[in-house]
């Protein structure tokens, strides 16, 4: 059986005040998030379709809120305690003191990623 957690997840991304933890669990990823100030990390989506995440994801808010704005104009929030899915066609809005642990589709996300990371080279850059 595979597990998790946040302090044993195999992968750790940092990008400015967002953190995350990832691992494999069969073809889906479980990912423990935090953000420490508020962030709207849009612009990285930037080159897919819609210039949006293309990946669903369900999860879970442990702490504060997030929420995502999606491609037909509508606007979704979460807070501490809701469950969670958001459709392809979203981008994230991050909050401080955010918490969330989320699971994707392995091959959606890392096609996401892919983009999400080159966005990120060239912003540093």
Request: negative net charge.
């Amino acid at each position: 059986m595979a597990k998790a957690s946040k302090s044993t997840a195999s992968q750790v991304e940092r990008a400015g005040d967002f953190e995350g933890r990832y691992e494999d669990l069969g073809g889906y990823v479980v990912g423990f998030e935090t953000c420490a100030a508020d962030m709207d990390p849009g612009p990285l989506f930037q080159g897919l379709p819609d210039d949006a995440c293309q990946c669903p994801h369900w999860g879970v808010v442990v702490s504060g809120r997030i929420a995502f704005r999606f491609t037909d104009g509508s606007r979704e929030e979460y807070a501490a305690g809701d469950a969670y899915y958001a459709r392809p066609g979203h981008t994230p809005l991050l909050f401080a003191g955010g918490e969330v642990v989320e699971f994707s589709p392995a091959e959606e996300l890392g096609r996401t990623m892919s983009v999400v990371m080159t966005n990120m080279q060239r912003a540093e850059a």
